[in-house]
Nanobody
């Protein structure tokens, strides 16, 4: 079965760093746009970052720009999200998702992402 799984979440103090990883099984990520989303209980899920399968395009939410970096390692079939200078408002469940639509990162609309991982919890607290 096609599967995505996130890892790397945990508890970190404000100002700390975490690196999340999205691993795929049953398919390869290299030709897919991959997005990172996050959701707080009672709030709508929001897009955090996106990396295109073609053209090397990336996109970041304004709230994380300059602090988060998305990258892919095709040899490991993974996409990572490096999160630095974490703040309490970054606390959420983080999901990775993929789409077959070309250049989806330009619009970064959740409805285009059809495959989702189960999520990993990130908690930023002193």
């Amino acid at each position: 079965q096609l599967q995505l799984v996130e890892s790397g979440g945990g508890l970190v103090q404000p100002g700390g760093s975490l690196r999340l990883s999205c691993a795929a099984s049953g398919f390869t990520l290299d030709s897919h746009d991959v997005g990172w989303f996050r959701q707080v209980p009672g709030k709508e899920r929001e897009g955090v970052s996106c990396i295109s399968g073609t053209g090397g395009r990336t996109k970041y939410a304004d709230s994380v720009k300059g602090r988060f970096t998305i990258s892919r390692d095709n040899t490991k079939n993974t996409v990572s999200l490096q999160m630095n200078s974490l703040m309490p408002e970054d606390t959420a469940v983080y999901y990775c998702a993929t789409t077959d639509v070309v250049d989806t990162c330009t619009d970064f609309l959740e409805i285009f992402f059809g495959s989702w991982g189960p999520g990993t919890q990130v908690t930023v607290s002193s």
